[in-house]
Structures are given as C-alpha cells and as structure tokens.
C-alpha cells in the first residue's frame, strides 16, 4: 500500500546531540502526525500538525506541517537515552476518517 | 482515563486456521480503526468503524472482517490464514473529527506457521 517516504532509515548519535527526520509525499495531507514506537508496544503520540505551516513543540520535540501539505519533519534536541525508539509520520486527508497513511519509520539509536 | 487496550498480547495459528483479535476503546472515543504492521514496516490500514458499521477501508481481501459493538469495543476477524498474515495487529481509537488524534493500543503479535 501507499506509503510516505520517511528519511532517515537508522540514526546512530550520541548522547546530547539533535536529531532531525523527514517526511515527503506525492500527494496532500490535511493533518500530519509523529508518532514513536517502542518494543512490544504499540505507536505512542507524540505531535499532531493541523495546519499548512505550523510549527508546534512538545518539550524538546518541534515538528512542522509543510506549507504545500506534502512534506513534515521532526527535531529532538539534546537527545537522551530514552528517545531510542521509532519514529513514524503519518498523514490524514479530510475524506478518510481514521485512515492514517505511514512512514516507513526512522529508528533512533542513542548512545550515552 | 483507560486506554486502547487488546487482547491477547500473542498469538499462534496453522495457516487455513481463522482468528479473532479483540480491542476495547479509550473511554469517549466512538471510532475504531485496525492497522497491520509487518516486521519492520509502518502500520498499513485495514479498515475503520463507526456506529457499528465498517465505513473505510483498505487494501485487504474479504477475508479480513470485523465487527463493532455498542459500547464501541471492536473485534477483527481473519478467515484461512496465510503465512504472510504473520504481524502486529494495532487497533486504534479516536472521536469522529480530523482534528481527533488516534490513540494506538500495543496490538497482538500474531504469528502463522
């Protein structure tokens, strides 16, 4: 099925370093989301993005809706241990209810 | 508040064999929405429910149905299973509207031998 291209596939950093992934799609999304998943659980969110050009932050998280609706991305800065995990953008259209579209996802490695 | 919860956690099936994953929604939310995540993978849409009808799906065959309830817990069914069947079944819930984040519960690890 139809998924969003999500760069990059792996990161391997250190402990304290900022962190920056994207998204891209061919077509529009009127909502785009983070998401972060961690072993034998389910995808936990993290920001949701309801505007063209919105920059929103959740603690050390900042996430931005792109302003032709095609495009997101996602910063952590001063990364820490526990933000090991993966991280899947996922978008919404208007017309499709709950049906999320997903990134193949970015697994974060952080070493202390 | 109770979240998305689902049961069971694991699971074991010889392919041919049906299966019923169960879920039971966050308090407040009315819409259930089923996602299969292979090894690896994002979650892939499976199908939605609102007032107990399926009103959105994706690309699954028939073989892949389900059911919700009036207190908008939700079931999904998978009839002659296939090898390739073998994932992490997520079900997630939310209130009607775009701006109503979906809430993931931690899925059922099926597995078809």
């Known amino acids: 099925g139809q998924q969003l291209n999500q760069s990059p596939q792996s990161m391997f950093i250190q402990e304290g370093e900022d962190v920056s992934m994207n998204c891209t799609s061919s077509s529009i999304f009127n909502t785009w989301l983070w998401y972060k998943q961690e072993p034998g659980e389910g995808p936990v969110l993290l920001i949701a993005l309801y505007k063209a050009g919105e920059l929103t932050s959740n603690g050390r998280l900042t996430a931005q809706f792109g302003i032709t609706r095609k495009d997101s991305f996602l910063n952590i800065s001063a990364s820490i241990p526990s933000d090991v995990g993966i991280y899947f953008c996922?978008?919404?259209?208007?017309?499709?209810?709950?049906?999320?579209?997903f990134g193949e996802g970015t697994q974060l490695t952080v070493n202390p | 508040e109770t979240g998305v919860t689902q049961s069971p956690t694991h699971l074991i099936k010889t392919r041919g064999q049906q299966v019923t994953l169960r879920c039971s929604s966050q308090?407040?939310?009315?819409?259930v929405s089923w996602y299969q995540q292979a090894l690896g993978q994002g979650p892939q849409f499976i199908f939605q429910y609102y007032r107990e009808e399926e009103n959105g799906r994706g690309n699954f065959p028939p073989r892949f149905s389900g059911l919700q309830f009036p207190n908008y817990s939700s079931e999904l069914n998978v009839n002659a299973l296939e090898l390739d069947d073998s994932a992490l079944y997520l079900c997630?819930?939310?209130?009607?509207?775009?701006?109503?984040?979906?809430?993931f519960g931690n899925g059922t690890r099926l597995t078809v031998t």
């Open positions: 308090s407040g939310h009315n819409t």
């Open positions: 996922a978008g919404r259209r208007e017309t499709s209810g709950s049906r999320l579209t």
């Open positions: 997630a819930s939310s209130r009607t509207g775009l701006n109503s984040p979906l809430h």
